[in-house]
């Protein structure tokens, strides 16, 4: 028979020199390093050239200093800045920018959509900004509405599903992602003060016009748009977390890791 193995059984004794090692979570961008997508570059490029060309005929036909107001052009030339930067991480194969910054600009452009969509062009909305008493629009200023009202926010949706990394929008950050029309909204009072009653373009969407509806009924209107826009930011943040992995790299071990895609 054995000896019965004792309760309590010291510990040993430090090995001098040696520190204790501490479990740490690795995340996966230090085991493998994304890769360089070309395609994904490409894309992102047409989609910045599409903003830009669409801002750049707003321009040209109009005054520069009203398009520049417009929460649609604001929002274009940000989705340009982080398509640019976004396409040139993908092709140099580094790591994606953040998605609190990504989700924001994606947010935005989807409101730039929405919104023209769903109260500008519709002719039975109380805010529509179609005059059937006029003539038609040229067609270069359809084309730019076309542009910047549905192929970028449609192009924005398509780079976000099909070639970006799920997992990277959270709730936490819906909250900052309305600070931006916050202030477009105390930007457009402001403005709309200073210049005189009557000026055409004094306020740039009829929801906001407070010479039509008075601070009371404008104020009434971006709420209710502003609970819009952050039950569209909670959508997104819950389709991203669903939404399966568009890309997958196997790694050479034969495990197969989901490192974020540029």
């Known amino acids: 028979m054995t000896a019965p193995i004792p309760r309590d059984i010291p510990d040993l004794p430090a090995l001098p020199g040696m520190t204790a090692l501490l479990p740490s979570p690795v995340p996966a961008r230090a085991v493998v390093a994304p890769a360089r997508r070309?395609?994904?570059a490409v894309?992102?490029?047409l989609t910045a050239l599409a903003a830009v060309t669409g801002v750049t005929i707003h321009l040209a036909l109009g005054s520069p200093l009203r398009v520049l107001g417009y929460f649609t052009v604001q929002s274009a030339i940000l989705l340009a800045l982080i398509m640019l930067l976004s396409a040139r991480r993908a092709w140099t194969a580094r790591h994606p920018l953040p998605g609190a910054l990504t989700g924001a600009v994606l947010l935005?452009?989807?409101?730039?959509?929405l919104v023209?969509?769903?109260l500008l062009a519709d002719a039975a909305t109380p805010f529509t900004m179609i005059d059937t008493a006029t003539a038609s629009p040229a067609a270069w200023h359809t084309a730019a509405h076309h542009?910047?009202?549905t192929a970028v926010p449609a192009a924005a949706v398509v780079d976000w599903l099909f070639l970006t990394a799920p997992g990277h929008l959270h709730l936490r950050q819906a909250p900052n992602w309305l600070l931006y029309p916050l202030v477009y909204l105390v930007i457009s009072f402001a403005r709309g003060e200073l210049l005189l009653p009557g000026?055409?373009?004094r306020y740039l969407?009829?929801?906001l016009d407070v010479e039509v509806h008075g601070y009371k009924g404008v104020l009434g209107n971006a709420?209710?748009?502003g609970l819009s826009f952050y039950v569209l930011a909670v959508l997104l943040v819950a389709l991203d977390h669903a939404r399966p992995n568009p890309v997958r790299h196997r790694s050479k071990t034969g495990f197969r890791l989901q490192p974020p895609v540029g």
Not at 108 to 113: P, Q, R
């Open 199 to 201: 000026t055409p373009g």
């Open 43 to 45: 894309f992102r490029l």
């Open 205 to 207: 969407y009829p929801f």
């Open 223 to 225: 709420l209710l748009l």
């Open 38 to 40: 070309p395609l994904a």
């Open 147 to 149: 542009l910047l009202h």
């Open 108 to 113: 935005y452009t989807a409101i730039s959509g």
């Open 116 to 118: 023209y969509h769903l």
